[in-house]
């Protein structure tokens, strides 16, 4: 089985497209791991033939979207090999995004994977990558300046909005649309930067039991939330688009039509028409604004994190190859200590099982051991060379074992092989006694 991924990201392709791409997610949920965020759509999985997959994905998708098939098929690139793990740990770790080390995607990483697994039982080598992917996220988090810097998406808007408004945090009156992931990150800021009077309203229903937890108040209609807002961050990603004529209408009815108001539109699918922003007083500040005005990280920081990355990414390619033979190494140790058991079966029924016997037994099986202790080493040096085919075809044709195709063990079930339970004495010493 070979680790691909599919890749659609804001780099190649617009936002629009990434969203549409998005809404077939549950199609492909129940077999591949789905990384869906406002800014990418990519699918990890494992497959004897990834262009075989992908064909079967872009398929799928073409039909829950809507999407034409080869739109679908040249929006995502295929990765294999070691490009999958240096594409994800660069994505866990905030280099891949619109704003270079963005907090959000590490935790947008683990439930991925946390998501996959409610819903199939993933492979263990898929497991291992995004496990490793947080791990090189945590790396570059603590020892680069990226991490220092608590970049986000939320905070680069939050700040073009006070770079447009003459109100002080304290003072403005906020309105967060949606309860998902973003929305707490964007809660939790306002707090932080002083806002007190922070609103929350969700078409789902679960606004209260979010807001109570976060410190602010719940809405129960969007035209109670919005109000006399003077900052209003959509991130809920619904079905429903606010349109310019809905906004006008609350505000003209509030009494604060020609007031100004920053609208941040931070939802994938877009929760605001764009044409709101051609209403008196709003300004409208999207993904694409975000993604234009995100600062550039200092250089140095830049290739610090590129440095663990990459390094990650190559031991997590050389894991893989060691893992690869791991199941020829438990095949030839058992293939050797069955030749070994059915010798001592032989000599154990002739002479039964007298001191000299056991002295012999314990001495053969060290030896064959320390027999064995070269070909092992050998095995993970052709593995980590990308030669676990020769060696494996060696084995068949000097002992003609066959290998079963099945998942590499990990160490432990090595370990386990060699220090098996011996096995016991076939003579009845009793009745012949």
């Not at 929006?75 to 270079?100: I, M, N, Q, R, Y």
């Not at 109670?224 to 807002?229: H, I, R």
């Amino acid at each position: 089985m070979v680790l691909f991924s599919l890749v659609a990201t804001h780099a190649d392709i617009d936002l629009e497209t990434v969203a549409r791409l998005s809404v077939g997610s549950s199609a492909v949920s129940n077999s591949a791991v789905v990384l869906a965020t406002c800014n990418r759509f990519e699918i990890y999985s494992a497959a004897e033939d990834p262009q075989l997959a992908k064909d079967r994905f872009v398929a799928e998708l073409a039909t829950v979207s809507g999407l034409p098939a080869p739109l679908v098929d040249s929006a995502f690139k295929l990765l294999t090999g070691s490009a999958v793990a240096e594409h994800l740990f660069s994505v866990a770790s905030g280099l891949d995004s619109a704003v270079v080390g963005e907090r959000e995607i590490a935790g947008q990483v683990r439930r991925a994977l946390s998501d996959a697994q409610t819903n199939f039982a993933v492979p263990g080598p898929l497991v291992r990558l995004f496990q490793t992917a947080s791990r090189a996220a945590k790396d570059v988090g603590s020892q680069t300046a990226l991490g220092s810097q608590g970049r986000s998406i939320v905070s680069v808007a939050l700040d073009l909005a006070a770079d447009s408004s003459a109100l002080d945090w304290a003072a403005r009156k906020a309105v967060v649309y949606g309860t998902g992931a973003y929305a707490g990150v964007t809660v939790a800021l306002l707090h932080e930067r002083g806002v007190t009077d922070v609103t929350v309203f969700s078409a789902s229903g679960r606004a209260a039991e979010f807001a109570a937890a976060r410190g602010a108040h719940a809405a129960e209609s969007l035209a109670e939330a919005l109000g006399d807002a003077d900052l209003v961050i959509g991130c809920s990603g619904s079905d429903h688009r606010i349109a310019a004529a809905e906004l006008g209408t609350i505000r003209e009815r509030s009494g604060v039509s020609g007031s100004p108001l920053s609208v941040i539109d931070l939802a994938l699918s877009r929760d605001f028409d764009p044409a709101v922003a051609e209403l008196p007083g709003v300004e409208l500040l999207t993904l694409e604004t975000v993604r234009l005005a995100a600062p550039s990280e200092q250089e140095s920081a830049l290739r610090q994190a590129q440095v663990i990355v990459s390094q990650a990414a190559a031991d997590f390619e050389l894991s893989i190859a060691a893992r690869s033979v791991d199941t020829a190494i438990v095949a030839l140790r058992k293939h050797t200590m069955a030749v070994l058991d059915a010798e001592m079966e032989r000599v154990r029924a002739q002479h039964g099982c007298t001191a000299a016997a056991e002295e012999v037994e314990f001495a053969l099986r060290r030896m064959v051991k320390q027999l064995l202790h070269g070909p092992t080493v050998r095995a993970k040096e052709l593995a980590a060379a990308g030669q676990q085919g020769e060696y494996i075809a060696a084995l068949q044709a000097l002992y003609g074992i066959e290998i079963e195709a099945m998942e590499p063990q990990i160490p432990a079930a090595v370990e386990s092989a060699e220090s098996a339970t011996q096995p016991t004495c076939p003579v009845d010493h009793d009745q012949s006694a």
